[in-house]
């Protein structure tokens, strides 16, 4: 059993999605669903716990050895994303079921949890393996399911915007595709690690580098790295509340996990940084999604769009630390990885509670919420407060982190500019307080949100302030994992 | 109980303070009630560190490591013991002034009001205490947090847009340059412990460092040096105990503080001497303190006069602490001091003014010495603390401020702080005078009858005597503070 | 000789360019996925034609033959046609859904109805304020 972990992972919510159009219920396709995420969830730590003790774990499919075969290789670092995802994922659903009742006709509901397995063993599977074409294939899982989900939602908006997620996704996932056949023309293998020994001889060929190009062209428009965000603030602010918390607390981290897993370990950290000027470019573009996206966040209307722009400045951070290269760098990027899934999960699932007693967030339906809601709004402040990054938040220990790790390298002018980049989070969360703290309600007669919703939210929200305060186990874990990264990539 | 316990009480009574109000909510009596015993509690142990302290023993708590070597950890050390002892016991007196206050002008949100007052207090002993610039950061920054609902009180148009560049201009000195010296700092010198002497080792390069402390007195918002001042007019919409505690004692004097504090124990004298940078902010405190003053010359509303004052009194401070003398830090922590027994005075006064006659405009108070006696001589003796003439406390702070320039051989300093001190003579002193000898008695015809007596509310007076024989008090007896501050020098 | 001998890469980047500039320029939602599916055909005739080994036959065990055609690519592009395939399926259904709710296929219509909308939200907004 111990053995098969790996496997178990990916395999476990990829059968159940099809059970769910047998079982049919919607309270019982809620159960089982829940059930199969929180069984995905002790897997996860199993392995963590064991790759943690023990090294990096090889699972051969079907005993097909490698190369040849698929492989499935849980390191630290996708390890920690798998964890992420299913502790995120679990606590996600856990509100669901109130949400998506509100939210979702009836005859749809056991659909929405079918695709909402599919695309949590799509995100699980691209985490897990260590094929790069199996990566393309899960990542279409994903997003098919994706497109499917966010088409879900209740205005007309939400098709037009899964729509053009659904361009911007294939021709992103094309692109992969594409970028690995090139590898694969050049090397003759799919798999990751025999493809990190046999690309450094080859460093020279512009074959190889279109691949790189390709491929990390395809990577940046699924994790919405600006310009190539567009289409994430319509998929957000559409989709059913559920899935919007759900996409924000995982599926830009997988994205991002991809990022780091092609430049670090495929095409290894000499050839991504030093050979290129990609260091410069993602220094450059993280800080200008930083700068562009939280502007605009400010000036948005409706907030589950105002919080996605958000989410295309925090991604810029990431990607910052990415750009600088060095551990404590890359420690930034995986602590911010964990940190931000743990705020927008809470702000999000914060505002399905809002949606729930509302029918929308728009920023005048705010005003008097602290009267009315006091408790969900109390838990957007604190989650707030954590984007902002203040201390004692999450949020203040990855920004520590990356602003540590920039004057480290003595780039000043990045330091100052994260620090600045912050600031303009305030802008746009204090819009929220005012509103919801120092206007009179619009209407009186709004109640709180429901504890099926208003649990989980707080789940995440002590979160924040947990692991701001107890900080060993995501520090430990990313220390090491970015070690591993760079350690990697020097053999 | 031990000292250590009691360190940690401290901490604990403003939160404990917190739930007791909530609590009681419903009743109002019972709920300030809770707020004094509460305050006086807070004192009373605070004091009892005084004597322990002086006798040499070590006081610390070790809470947790956030990261590694990032710990929140307290130690109290003299200079944190004055600033506690100076706040805690005027939240006594404030929260006397607020009862009559805040009923006196029917307020709403009350309860609020209490709560966050105490959170504020708590964020106060934690800045206080803080062994290291990480934990006084963290307190710093929830002193911003918990005090941006209490200047938007009102809830007006104006009060919120006073509230924006409150939490605009300290949220972001402290982010963009108070978190950024502090990272520097950690990765310059390995360590944010607060250490006598210093932090840095001798070989530092001196670039870097001029850097560093400039970050420090931009960053550190709370010490309103001018270009960093606005927020602390723009605070002023908030009610006068508020205005009185927060924006005269509690929030600059955490300002100066930490940066008397970084100077002293992150920089240490001697390093601090050798910075090139130090001489430029003396200077731009220098520019700090001329131009509040022409300022606060033109004010007319009375809270705002007395803002600038404040901001023009806090660059004293701050050039105090950069003098890198020991008479310049010695006049620089007196004049906390001294300058918030002072400055808690006026706002007293100036609220009870608002609550009893109506009157915010400096033009309005002529001839109203008779309708307010008491309020109007605690006026005219908080102005002298203020300027710095006996018998008010002032005297001593002032007169070591003088000597610092002396010592530093700082002359243009020196006339610039006596120019400053006639300004002050001029924006504060003429108020109480004209509304004794004002001329026309504009009430009194106004009203055709003789003035009848009207102060404000009772416990609103009690508090302003209070704090108004304290400055004629700590001219004969500043002793209290001073072995302290000799202590930590 | 660079063209004569990778006419098949010529091809590819024809088809892929003439595909993005489909779903870039079509306005008609259903031309932008033919485009999309002429680009992702592309790609897999690229595949297809890397595996191909000159003078080899069918990758099929059989006596004698010993040249044939790399097998993998062929099996790895069978699996994205099917992955292409459900693409497309979903987006025709998500069209279907777009015409029953904006009465229309085209981008330009679609993008018209939106900021009507948004513009009529924002006057209900503005109205609302001045109520005050």
Do not use: Y
């Given at each position: 059993m111990l053995a098969h972990l790996p496997i178990l992972q990916v395999i476990l919510p990829l059968m159940a999605a099809p059970s769910c159009l047998l079982i049919r219920k919607a309270n019982l396709v809620w159960l089982f669903t829940l059930a199969v995420s929180f069984a995905a969830l002790i897997v996860s730590v199993l392995l963590l716990q064991q790759v943690y003790a023990t090294g990096p774990i090889s699972y051969t499919l079907g005993g097909w050895q490698a190369p040849w075969g698929i492989e499935y290789r849980i390191d630290l670092l996708n390890a920690w994303v798998l964890f992420i995802v299913t502790a995120l994922s679990t606590v996600v659903l856990t509100a669901a079921h109130t949400s998506v009742q509100k939210e979702l006709e009836p005859n749809r509901q056991t659909v929405f949890y079918t695709l909402y397995l599919l695309c949590f063993a799509g995100l699980l599977g691209i985490v897990a393996t260590g094929d790069a074409f199996n990566v393309f294939v899960f990542l279409e899982i994903s997003s098919l399911s994706t497109y499917a989900l966010i088409a879900l939602?209740?205005?007309?908006r939400a098709l037009w915007a899964a729509f053009q997620y659904l361009i911007m996704g294939t021709i992103g996932a094309t692109f992969i595709l594409i970028g690995i056949g090139f590898l694969y023309m050049m090397?003759?293998?799919?798999?990751m690690a025999d493809l990190a020994a046999r690309i450094p001889p080859l460093s020279e060929s512009t074959t190889v580098l279109a691949a790189f190009a390709f491929i990390f062209l395809g990577i940046c428009l699924k994790l919405a790295l600006f310009p190539l965000h567009l289409w994430l603030p319509n998929a957000y602010s559409c989709a059913p509340s559920i899935v919007t918390a759900f996409l924000a607390a995982t599926a830009t981290k997988v994205a991002l996990y991809l990022l780091l897993r092609f430049t670090f370990?495929?095409?290894g950290v000499d050839f991504s940084l030093s050979h290129l000027p990609l260091d410069i470019l993602l220094v450059g573009l993280g800080l200008v999604g930083v700068f562009a996206a939280s502007i605009v966040a400010i000036y948005q209307a409706n907030i589950k769009r105002m919080l996605a722009f958000s989410s295309v400045a925090q991604i810029g951070y990431m990607v910052v630390g990415i750009g600088i290269g060095t551990a404590t760098a890359l420690q930034a990027t995986l602590l911010h990885m964990f940190n931000h899934a743990l705020m927008k999960g809470g702000l999000f699932l914060a505002l399905a509670g809002l949606v729930y007693q509302l029918g929308a967030c728009r920023i005048?339906?705010?005003?008097g919420l602290g009267r009315t809601m006091p408790w969900t709004m109390a838990a957007i402040v604190v989650g707030g407060i954590s984007l902002i990054g203040m201390?004692?938040?999450?949020g203040f220990v990855s920004k520590w982190y990356l602003i540590a790790a920039a004057i480290e390298q003595q780039l000043w002018w990045v330091a100052v500019l994260v620090v600045l980049g912050s600031l303009l989070a305030v802008a746009y969360i204090w819009k929220l307080v005012e509103a919801a703290y120092f206007q009179a309600p619009e209407v009186d007669a709004v109640k709180e949100a429901p504890l099926g919703i208003l649990l989980p939210t707080w789940l995440l929200i002590a979160a924040n302030i947990y692991f701001g305060i107890d900080t060993r186990l995501p520090v430990e874990v990313t220390s090491a994992a970015s070690q591993f990264l760079l350690g990697g990539a020097a053999q | 109980m031990n000292s250590a316990s009691l360190l940690q009480l401290s901490l604990v009574i403003p939160l404990l303070a917190v739930v007791g109000i909530q609590l009681t909510a419903r009743r109002e009596n019972v709920r300030e009630a809770v707020s004094l015993i509460a305050a006086s509690a807070l004192f009373a142990t605070v004091a009892q560190l005084y004597l322990p302290l002086l006798n040499g023993q070590t006081i610390a708590v070790h809470w947790l490591?956030?990261?590694?070597?990032l710990a929140l950890a307290f130690r109290v050390e003299p200079l944190g013991l004055m600033f506690a002892l100076v706040a805690s016991f005027l939240w006594i007196i404030t929260t006397l002034y607020a009862i009559g206050y805040m009923r006196g002008h029917g307020e709403q949100n009350q309860t609020r009001f209490y709560s966050l007052f105490a959170v504020s207090i708590g964020a106060v002993m934690g800045i206080a205490f803080a062994e290291n610039l990480f934990t006084l950061f963290i307190f710093y920054e929830l002193l911003t947090l918990c005090t941006y609902p209490l200047v938007t009180h009102a809830g007006t148009d104006k009060a919120r847009q006073g509230g924006r560049t409150y939490l605009g201009i300290l949220l972001g000195t402290s982010v963009g340059f108070f978190l950024l010296a502090i990272i520097a700092t950690w990765l310059l010198a390995g360590t944010l412990s607060f250490k006598q002497g210093g932090i840095?080792?001798?070989?530092?390069s001196v670039a870097l460092l001029s850097v560093l402390l400039g970050l420090f007195v931009f960053g550190?918002?709370?010490?309103?040096?001018m270009p960093f001042h606005r927020w602390l007019p723009a605070a002023m919409v908030a009610p006068t105990p508020v205005s009185a505690?927060?924006?005269?004692?509690?929030v600059v004097k955490a300002g100066v503080f930490v940066l008397l504090k970084i100077c002293l124990l992150i920089f240490g004298i001697d390093t601090l001497k050798s910075i090139p940078a130090t001489e430029w902010l003396l200077y731009l405190a220098g520019v700090s303190i001329l131009f509040a003053s022409i300022i606060a010359l033109r004010q007319q509303n009375l809270k705002k006069r007395l803002a600038y004052s404040t901001v023009s009194q806090l660059g004293y401070i701050t050039l105090g602490a950069l003098l890198a003398t020991s008479a310049g830090m010695t006049g620089s922590a007196l004049h906390i001091v001294m300058h918030a027994f002072g400055k808690i005075t006026l706002f007293f006064c100036a609220g009870a003014i608002l609550v009893a006659a109506h009157k915010t405009e400096?033009?309005?108070?002529?001839?109203l010495g008779r309708q307010m006696p008491v309020t109007m001589t605690a006026f005219f003796v908080a102005s002298l603390c203020i300027i710095g003439?006996?018998?008010?406390?002032g005297t001593w702070s002032k007169w070591y401020l003088m000597l610092g320039t002396f010592e530093a051989e700082q002359w243009i300093l020196m006339a610039l702080l006596m120019i400053s001190s006639l300004l002050s003579i001029a924006y504060l002193l003429p108020i109480p005078l004209q509304a004794f000898f004002?001329?026309?008695k504009p009430l009194e015809i106004e009203a055709g009858t003789a003035v009848v007596l009207k102060e404000a509310p009772l416990p609103s007076v009690i508090a302003l005597t209070v704090t108004a024989s304290a400055c004629v008090y700590l001219l004969l007896y500043p002793d209290i503070f001073y072995r302290l501050i000799a202590a930590g020098i | 000789m660079l063209l004569a001998s990778h006419y098949n890469y010529w091809i590819v980047i024809a088809l892929m360019m003439i595909g993005l500039y489909m779903v870039i320029a079509q306005g008609n939602l259903v031309k932008k996925i033919i485009g999309l599916n002429i680009f992702q055909t592309s790609v897999f005739i690229f595949y297809i034609s890397v595996g191909k080994v000159d003078g080899g036959g069918a990758?099929?065990?059989?006596?004698?033959?010993?040249l044939y055609s790399n097998p993998l690519p062929h099996v790895l592009i069978l699996t994205a046609i099917v992955v292409g395939i459900a693409t497309t399926a979903l987006a025709l259904a998500l069209i279907i859904r777009i015409k029953r709710a904006y009465?229309?296929?085209?981008e330009r219509d679609i993008q018209a109805a939106e900021e009507m909308q948004e513009r009529s939200a924002h006057h209900a907004r503005v109205s609302a304020g001045k109520e005050q």
């Open positions: 939602g209740k205005d007309r090397t003759g293998t799919l798999n370990t495929v095409f005048e339906q705010f005003r201390p004692l938040t999450v | 490591d956030i990261l590694p070597g840095f080792s001798p070989g530092t550190v918002g709370k010490a309103a040096i505690l927060l924006h005269a004692v509690a400096v033009n309005e108070l002529r001839g003439i006996p018998p008010t406390g004002g001329g026309k | 990758p099929i065990l059989n006596e004698g033959e010993v009465g229309s296929i085209e």
